[in-house]
């Protein structure tokens, strides 16, 4: 294979961790850049979903199995190194250790002409020994892979703000779910964040360094906060109250872990690490990657810019990939399918699921028909007095009815929903505009089984802002199985009234017609 260093034509790359972070992310940006990709993939079915698998080569491998990674490196011009063993024991350095190693032997025997790994920033003048320990192993793989003989890069970033970075879900969940806090002292270290958009410019800028180029770069955004100034100017994004925010040194980075372990849905096994991490002020001592990754335009982009952009998805009310199917990620912001459960932000969900004695037709005109003078078959003055305390509280209430008896589109009001998503036939999605401490979709699907069956599926979301959010969510979870399983039935059983109905006149007509000549 010809590389393309030289000619300025596309690379061949190869990408570990691509079921990862950021792994996920940069594919897309590497085809964009005119690139091609190879992913290695211990479980290759989890990058199926992925809008890019198709436009990309996919092999099984393992980062500690050196025959797979030599096999996935051939070719190859360019090599990722996106994996490390974070969550998966007391022992991850040592994995990290022995990975690092493979890769980076199996990167010369195969004549790779570049590695670029993301590593972790660490704070200047502080001995190696007395970094924590996920630092200290970050450090560590950063120095055997310089170490390879391959022109290596190393990016050494802080806190990734961006839609399933663990940093930045931390962030989210302790801000969100907890208007006063007690915390720890590390609260007031000094950090520079960095926008998950700008993390990518910089992996994919390095693909075509001048080979001479063997070192570590600090990245960074344009600015350096604490995370109590990040809590604050989080919830000031995400439209919450001012958050009150007490450090207290007793704290230790071990209660720390269990702390957020409490509070977060982040698994402890990550979460204690990155903890004991933000004892250490991690700060870019030197910006010289932009004498050959230049800033963009507008320069990197900001702390509060970065949080809008993860929040996006969320700030739009559009449900994200991780939540339907319906959508797919667009941006290296959103959400995508690989991201672990607990990234994202909080999302609750009531799903019901009937087997329908109708035809899919039948069932999609009663879905398509709910709201305005035919209700929502379940407990009418329920939800007469959720619609009089709506517009008690200057909401829209019900009043709004039906722009058509029979008919939805898209845009359409539907009493205090509108209507976000429509598939005719098939799926009917409504967002809450009713007055709530968060966000909120109905979905109403007519579907067939492998069986042939007619099945109705419907899934009711909820997306909380905040603890009142929280609240609200439980307090009412009670009622669910009356309100929404009741709904479910009665759709269902409307549907089988309907065909019942339909048959039974058929068959009458035809009995007229079939009557009338024998008459005459």
């Known amino acids: 294979m010809t590389s393309g260093l030289e000619s300025g034509g596309g690379l061949r790359c190869l990408v570990t961790g691509a079921t990862g972070y950021i792994g996920g992310r940069l594919v897309p940006e590497l085809l964009d850049a005119g690139h091609t990709v190879r992913c290695l993939a ?183 906060l604490t995370y109590l100034d990040m809590m604050r100017r989080y919830a000031a994004v995400a439209g919450l109250p001012r958050r009150l925010i007490l450090p207290v040194p007793v704290l230790t980075p071990r209660l720390s872990s269990h702390w957020i372990g409490l509070v977060t849905p982040v698994p402890r096994s990550i979460a204690r690490p990155l903890a004991e991490s933000l004892r250490h ?44 199917s319906a959508a797919l990620p667009g941006a290296p912001s959103d959400p995508l399918p690989t991201d672990p459960d607990w990234a994202g932000g909080s999302l609750y969900t009531d799903r019901r699921e009937l087997a329908v004695n109708a035809s899919r037709e039948s069932l999609w005109r009663v879905i398509e028909g709910i709201g305005g003078d035919n209700g929502w078959y379940s407990l009418p003055l329920a939800w007469a007095v959720r619609g009089w305390l709506d517009r008690f509280v200057g909401g829209v209430g019900l009043r709004r009815g039906r722009r058509d008896a029979q008919r939805l589109r898209v845009g359409d009001s539907l009493d205090f929903w509108r209507v976000e998503e429509i598939e005719p036939g098939r799926l009917l999605r409504l967002r809450a505009e009713m007055r709530l401490p968060g966000l909120a979709w109905l979905e109403l699907w007519a579907e067939q089984d492998d069986k042939g069956r007619t099945v109705f599926r419907q899934r009711a979301l909820f997306h909380p802002r905040g603890l009142l959010g929280q609240a609200y969510w439980w307090s009412v979870s009670p009622f669910h199985a009356v309100v929404f399983g009741g709904m479910a039935r009665n759709i269902a059983h409307a549907a089988e009234s309907a065909e019942s109905a339909e048959t039974t006149t058929g068959a009458l007509a035809k009995a007229a017609v079939t009557e009338e000549p024998a008459r005459g």
Request: with cysteine; glycine share 8%; charged share 25%.
């Open 42 to 224: 211990r479980t290759p079915d989890k990058l199926r979903d992925h809008p890019w698998a198709d436009r990309t080569e996919i092999v099984r491998g393992d980062v500690t199995d050196a025959g797979s990674v030599g096999a996935a490196m051939d070719g190859v011009d360019v090599a990722y190194y996106l994996v490390h063993a974070l969550g998966t024991g007391r022992d991850f350095a040592t994995t990290d250790r022995r990975a690092a190693r493979i890769f980076a032997e199996r990167a010369k025997a195969s004549g790779v002409r570049r590695v670029v790994y993301l590593g972790a920033l660490t704070p200047a003048g502080v001995p190696e020994r007395e970094l924590s320990p996920h630092l200290r192993s970050r450090a560590e793989v950063g120095r055997i892979l310089l170490g390879s003989g391959v022109p290596t890069v190393t990016l050494r970033a802080a806190v990734i703000i961006g839609s399933g970075s663990a940093s930045f879900e931390i962030l989210r969940y302790l801000t969100e779910r907890l208007p006063v806090m007690v915390t720890p002292s590390w609260v007031r270290t000094a950090i520079q964040p960095i926008a998950v958009r700008d993390v990518l410019r910089y992996l994919v800028g390095c693909a075509r360094l001048p080979a001479e180029i063997c070192r570590s770069f600090d990245i960074g955004g344009p600015e350096v």
């Open 281 to 324: 002020e991690v700060v870019c001592h030197e910006r010289n990657i932009t004498r050959y990754v230049p800033d963009p335009p507008g320069g990197p982009v900001t702390f509060d810019r970065a949080v809008e952009l993860a929040l996006r998805r969320i700030q739009d009310a559009q449900v994200s990939t991780r939540w339907s």
